[in-house]
Nanobody
Framework: QVQLAESGGGLVQAGGSLRLSCAAS???????VGWFRQAPGKEREFVAA????????FYANSVKGRFTISRDNAENTVYLQMNSLKPEDTAVYYC????????????????WGQGTQVTVSS
């Protein structure tokens, strides 16, 4: 079974930066690796995704121009560079993998990590 582990969360001031990492226990053979986030009392929402081919990336409108997703296939690791952070970015961030052709829906993802907390102060 695939196991995913997120790291890199923490507390930052508005306008600051964080880089999240998602490490897989083995090669997943998945089409996309995605990042999602969930704030208290809210539904889990899509943040960004990347294909292992390296040709496709997707971003939620709320993070375009601020977040960048990248991958290191040799190490089975995906990164999320978060710049210009805002208080509304505060949430638990999860990575996940899917073999589906749709990259933005959490319902299409098969395996999930335990999450890492990101808190942005104002």
């Amino acid at each position: 079974q695939v196991q995913l582990a997120e790291s890199g969360g923490g507390l930052v001031q508005a306008g600051g930066s964080l880089r999240l990492s998602c490490a897989a226990s083995r090669r997943t053979f998945s089409r996309y690796v995605g990042w999602f986030r969930q704030a208290p009392g809210k539904e889990r929402e899509f943040v960004a995704a990347i294909s292992w081919s390296g040709e496709s990336t997707f971003y939620a409108n709320s993070v375009k121009g601020r977040f960048t997703i990248s991958r290191d296939n040799a190490e089975n690791t995906v990164y999320l560079q978060m710049n210009s952070l805002k208080p509304e970015d505060t949430a638990v961030y999860y990575c996940a993998v899917t073999r589906d052709y749709t990259a933005t829906s959490p319902a299409r993802y098969d395996y999930w990590g335990q999450g890492t907390q990101v808190t942005v102060s104002s």
